[in-house]
Antibody, heavy 114, light 108 residues
Framework: EVQLVQTGGGLIQPGGSLRLSCAVS????????MSWVRQAAGKGPEWISI???????YYADSVRGRFTISRDRSKNMVYLEMNVLRADDTAIYYC????????WGKGTTVTVSS | EIVLTQSPGTLSLSPGERATLSCRAS???????IAWYQQKPGQAPRLLIY???ARATDIPDRFSGSGSGTDFTLTISRLDPEDFAVYYC?????????FGQGTKLEIK
């Protein structure tokens, strides 16, 4: 069974850092493109980052230079390292497999507030 | 940058009617990476269609997707009361991934 289990969300102060984790079962992370998507309250989903099966990484303008996507082949996990967090980073963050069919995790909430 | 524009912004229909939702891309895209999601308040988006026309697991056959090039359509053949929600199209699978702004399907 395909599962993406997310951990790592929480309340963090502006300027702080947080790492989100996505533990995958049912398929091999490194053989798939994997993305992170976020959704702020009352807004539509926003794509923020992808790591290709080949290892290349890309980011939305809104997070480039602050967020880093990575993966661990041995643990079959994907990560999103988030630095210099701002209030407008507050959202539910979803880990996703970008293939046919796409599969999303259940999401983890990140709240950036003092 | 590819922009997905969904229309209409709001669609008011009655149960039993047919709904047609549009998603237009600002340039030609591969339909293999067009998905449609349904979202109800307080819930995560639910995958309906991927690859422009393939129904996801457990999705009723009243939902269908079509299109190619720049124009894609989600059709709900006969609206059930549980279908009233917000619908998003998505181009996924690359560094040009993006979402449409959504269509709200409301009860008339």
């Amino acid at each position: 069974e395909v599962q993406l289990v997310q951990t790592g969300g929480g309340l963090i102060q502006p300027g702080g850092s947080l790492r989100l984790s996505c533990a995958v079962s049912g398929f091999i992370v490194s053989a798939n493109h994997m993305s992170w998507v976020r959704q702020a309250a009352g807004k539509g989903p926003e794509w923020i980052s992808i790591i290709y099966s080949g290892g290349e990484t890309y980011y939305a303008d809104s997070v480039r230079g602050r967020f880093t996507i990575s993966r661990d082949r041995s643990k079959n996990m994907v990560y999103l390292e988030m630095n210099v967090l701002r209030a407008d980073d507050t959202a539910i963050y979803y880990c996703a497999r970008d293939s046919r069919p796409p599969v999303w995790g259940k999401g983890t909430t990140v709240t950036v507030s003092s | 940058e590819i922009v997905l524009t969904q229309s209409p912004g709001t669609l008011s229909l009655s149960p039993g009617e047919r709904a047609t939702l549009s998603c237009r891309a600002s340039q030609i895209v591969s339909g293999s990476y067009i998905a449609w999601y349904q979202q109800k308040p307080g819930q995560a988006p639910r995958l309906l269609i991927y690859g422009a026309s393939a129904r996801a697991t457990d999705i009723p056959d009243r939902f269908s997707g079509s299109g190619s090039g720049t124009d894609f359509t989600l059709t709900i053949s006969r609206l059930d009361p549980e279908d009233f929600a917000v619908y998003y199209c998505q181009l996924y699978g690359s560094s040009m991934s993006t979402f449409g702004q959504g269509t709200k399907l409301e009860i008339k």
